[in-house]
């Protein structure tokens, strides 16, 4: 018997079956590697933040506000770009302006803030809430600069923004930023659109129950009631001393008057209810009184205004007394 023929396309396609097993060891790591790659990048890129963080606070606990700049800033160079993810990248900016404000270098902190608007919005457009959140920090960076005009401007464009996304009154965003807005324009000095902004708020706010929002109306009217009598200011006669009232700069004072009275009412019947208005601070009671006693003193009542200045008193003591409680 012959013994069988070899066949030699048998021997070649096992040859090249051992080349294939022999290849795909090899081949599998390194498509694994690039498939992995993108999120190897973004692991790292975490960790790169989450390190920064930690250590630039535990610098800046230490005094050692600059080293905690050095920190954030090259955790934001650093990796890919896009490595980062965006709640990272906030947090690193909020963290970097917070450092600069450490070294009194209020600029830098206003510029850090710029930089994070500016980066969120090229990135997830305008609309998105936490564009809305950078530039409410933004405004803030502003405002603790000094430079209320910008942080009002900032404000007002957060405000529309949540408005043209069709934000309501329950939205308790769209009422803090609105009252911040009115605020930033008041001490900014721009008295007549502090009025406008104050009335808006108050518009938007009056209609939730007491029980919900009781604290946010009573401040609307005390932010109304002083609007009014920086913007009544302006409306007296004479020298200073002397001046005396004009009638309308008096009807802008009868109203602020009403405002402010209004909102001691609203906190004195929480009190006597047992608790505190909603949304309300301890010292806003007494900060009502205190507009009271003001806006007498304002229209020439002298003997009114003494009582509420005493009144103004006795609620702070009671608010420092049940602060020390807590």
Known sequence: ARPPAEDKTGARMGTKQLGTKAAAPLARPLLLLLLLSPLTHATTATDVAESALASGLAALREGRAARAVAEYRQALASGPAGALSHENRSALFDALAEAYAAQGKEAEAVGAMEEAHEALTAALGASDPRVGGALSRLADAHA????????????????????????????????????????????????KEAVRAYRTLLELVAPLPTEHAGGEVAAARVGLATALARSAAGGRRGGAGGAKIGAAAEKKLVEALEHAEAAVRMHEEAAGSGGRLAAAQPLDASLAANAVAGLLEKLGRDEEAVAAMGRAAELAVEAADGDADE
């Open 144 to 191: 603790a600069a000094g430079n209320h005009a910008a942080a009002a401007e900032a404000l007002g464009r957060l405000v529309q923004g949540m408005r043209a996304q069709g934000l309501g009154v329950m939205h308790p965003g769209l009422r803090g930023a609105a009252g911040k807005h009115a605020a930033a324009l008041a001490a900014a000095g721009r008295s």
